[in-house]
């Protein structure tokens, strides 16, 4: 069983910048691929970035250019660099585990609050 650990959300000003960090433990096997989702108020989870065990990146549009994800050493924590935040990227940003076809896992969620 892998358990995921996030830190990092809070209020920050429209420009601003904010970086949130997701370690997992526990049965971590390496070849995972790990990412962040989202939830806006209302809104159904969306993806927002992931990584790969082998350092292959994906993001969504809306985040392109703005946003970072990396792996730390050791590689079972995850690192989401947000910067240029806007009033949208407001959400509720959840860490997921991957590996092959089993479920995924979830964080508990932190939460990103951008103001105007």
């Known amino acids: 069983q892998v358990q995921l650990a996030e830190s990092g959300g809070g209020l920050v000003q429209a420009g601003g910048s904010l970086r949130l960090s997701c370690a997992a433990s526990?049965?971590?096997?390496?070849?995972?691929?790990m990412g962040w989702y989202r939830q806006p108020p209302g809104k159904q989870r969306e993806l927002v970035a992931t990584?790969?065990?082998?350092?292959?990146?994906v993001y969504a549009d809306s985040v392109k250019g703005r946003f970072t994800i990396s792996r730390g050493n050791p590689k079972n924590t995850v690192y989401l660099q947000m910067n240029s935040l806007e009033l949208e990227d407001t959400a509720v940003y959840y860490c997921?585990?991957?590996?092959?076809?089993?479920?995924?896992?979830w964080g508990q969620g932190t939460q990103v609050t951008v103001s105007s």
């Open positions: 997921n585990y991957r590996l092959g076809t089993s479920p995924p896992t």
């Open positions: 990584i790969s065990w082998n350092n292959v990146k």
């Open positions: 526990g049965s971590i096997n390496i070849v995972n691929v």
